[in-house]
């Protein structure tokens, strides 16, 4: 039977991400700079086996039977704790829900609150996943631009007061403060209060997408969580377990108000009735035995070393004209060509003559602004990838350039 | 700052589930019939317990990275292997998606197909969580009664053809063929022939959800799978691992032509990327040694056993006048009292007052339709709390009824 006239109108608006198509191009030979996957070795996995066994050992009945919607009562308690080293996680009217990473989070956090033709904000460029996820509820999406420090005040601003104008209804401002992806960059201290002013002198909701903040390998001191400068309840938290544990739990958390997150609740209810008990009961022993919090500086090593290895290899091989992002925290760096350059099409170059991949730039913006950046990851290649890797993207930017030149 | 005015108009069509509202009445002295959970004697928890080590041990890195979003190759693989054994999963244009619980399977299939004001079509009563992920894309839901033997093929038509005639545009059938929950009726073999039938000369889709289909403990033999008859590929089959292993894993799946998955797959990847890939390795490992199988029949007993206790507590203390289903399959007793009475009243009465608690029937009917029934489930509670909470309940009805005498 023919299948497409049944589809609703908004499954026309869902696009397989370039990321995970790009994935079914790499072969054994190709080095990839286009995932976003930690260091397996970074995993504890010694402690998740011990951890495993032991809940399944006591508490298997509860482990493996359904659960509540809002999260297993020992993970939330040991996040709140947790967070509490971030500055945050101690406010009495707020609550704590566990998702499916934070990906469901964003899912969500897009069908609780936006309806066709909402306006939201974004950084620009910013996180593709997030745009994938709010995208299916039709909001029209208004990115602003960032320099080294962040979001860009006035324009955010500008925006804001051009959509009140127009009689647009703005539902959040989205922003990755903290090693942002793509750009890597971090937020500085002073664009986060004035971002906070920004949102109460407009009373507009906040969502800080924090999946690096507990991994920051700067030397300088981390900002302020905008949650933590939050006197308002308009700041809604999320981060996950993929970067401080492991992806392939699963598990990611919003913390916000209870009204916010009794919304939440209620939407993931009929989504998937609750995320996976075992993960989760995995995860608070994680928590409570100090799993986590030992192997974060673990963690913090292995990304920062393989940064500094990127940044090397970049400035020993790439020519001039290309610039990148020194970042203190996250997964990537963000490297950007001349203008005219179009990184999509030199995508095809790199793998199928150099092979070497990365994450054409275009679709990190909102509405496709900009073509002449790339996303790479240092965190999951290899030492030596990371610099055959990078001498390759020189050679196929070379000979790229050299085939548009004007 | 007000939350309210930021929600959108879907918010307001989510409603929190009786069930799960009914969950927070019921305190330790509270039997209760309410809720729809596997009996936890029913886990295999320690082989579990030792597929959950192998798998760390041996593929630890792969089991806690990021994965596919369609789901881990090895276990779509086993599970077509499993579904072989129920007569389908060989089929060379259809393909698998492995989902958060089935709950997540109803979700995508709603924001992939359902259109605000397109007809759906399920019997009535129906499953509630389905009701609840469909009624988020806002269809018309029309109910078709049902009687003993499932659902009235010609109450279907009739509705169909009004629809038609209506200009609706119908998206599917959803049916619930074996153990319905919530009134645990099984299908016969010559209604599932005829709403095949009826599907084919329509040119309608068929969601068959069979959560219990694999745990059948009839005396009689089991009916084929729509999906096992369905020869155009216009059946969308979907079950879980929640009965057949344990709920705690999150794991359900789908398995229809490739067309359909491939949608289902886009629209999963910014729902929450992808299934716990550490749980789908369990899952995989647990068939491929047969955990499963071998667990089957011990699983089928327990059920049977209960089922019987149940039966006979309601021959020996219900009144005249109040009928009960007698299921071959999944895990309810569908009861039902005389017209007048309104079971979401006597629910009060029932649980303050004889400490025995339901679901009330209402919210099982698309449309609200009938007041006089209630969901029991046997397969939670003890025995002796079958016994005994039947007999409370039969207390509370007598009662009731008095109260309401005309």
Chains 1, 2 share one sequence.
């Not at 950084?123 to 995208?135: D, G, M, N, V």
């Not at 909701?205 to 900002?223: A, C, H, K, T, W």
């Not at 302020?224 to 809604?236: F, H, P, T």
């Not at 989760?280 to 100090?290: C, P, S, T, V």
């Amino acid at each position: 039977m023919d299948i497409n006239k049944l589809l609703a109108g908004r499954t026309k608006l869902m696009r397989a991400s370039e990321i995970r198509e790009l994935l079914k191009w790499v072969t054994e030979d190709v080095i990839s700079f286009g995932g976003g996957m930690p260091d397996p070795s970074s995993f504890p996995i010694n402690e998740i086996i011990e951890v495993t066994r032991d809940v399944l050992t006591t508490k298997g009945d509860k482990a493996l039977q359904y659960g509540a919607t809002g999260g297993v009562p020992e993970l939330k308690e040991e996040l709140m704790r947790f967070m509490n080293k971030g500055g945050i996680g101690t406010l009495g009217d707020h609550d704590v829900i566990i998702t499916v990473g934070s990906q469901e989070a964003l899912d969500l956090l897009g069908r609780v609150l936006i309806d066709p033709g909402d306006y939201i904000i974004t950084e620009s460029p910013t996180y593709l996943a997030a745009i994938q996820a709010f995208r299916i509820y039709e909001p029209r999406i208004v990115g602003v631009p960032m320099d080294g420090e962040g979001i860009i005040i006035e324009e955010l601003e500008r925006r804001i007061r051009e959509i009140r104008e127009g009689g647009g209804r703005i539902k959040f401002i989205y922003v990755i403060p903290t090693g942002q992806n793509p750009t890597g960059i971090t937020m500085s201290m002073e664009r986060r209060k004035a971002l906070l002013e920004v949102a109460s002198e407009y009373d507009l909701l906040v969502i800080e997408d924090d999946p690096y903040g507990y991994i920051y390998f700067g030397n300088d001191s981390q900002p302020s969580r905008l949650k933590a400068m939050d006197s308002e309840g308009r700041v809604i938290y999320m981060s996950t377990f993929s970067k401080i544990a492991a992806p392939g739990l699963r598990l990611g958390w919003v913390y916000a108000t209870k009204e916010i997150i009794r919304w939440l609740e209620l939407a993931k209810q009929s989504v998937d009735l609750h995320t996976s008990t075992l993960n989760q009961y995995i995860a608070a022993e994680l928590l409570r035995r100090g799993v986590i919090e030992r192997n974060i500086p673990r963690i913090k090593e292995i990304y920062r070393t393989k940064r500094d290895l990127m940044l090397q290899a970049l400035s020993e091989y790439m020519q001039d004209g290309v610039t990148w992002t020194k970042p203190s925290a996250g997964m990537f760096i963000w490297l950007s060509l001349p203008d005219h350059a179009d990184t999509s099409k030199l995508l095809e170059i790199a793998i199928k003559k150099y092979r070497v991949a990365y994450v054409p730039g275009r679709s990190f913006y909102p509405n496709g602004e900009r073509g002449n950046d790339m996303r790479l990851n240092f965190t999951y290649p290899k030492p030596q990838e990371i610099f055959e890797g990078v001498r390759r993207l020189s050679l196929a930017i070379s000979e790229y350039l050299r085939e548009i030149k004007p």
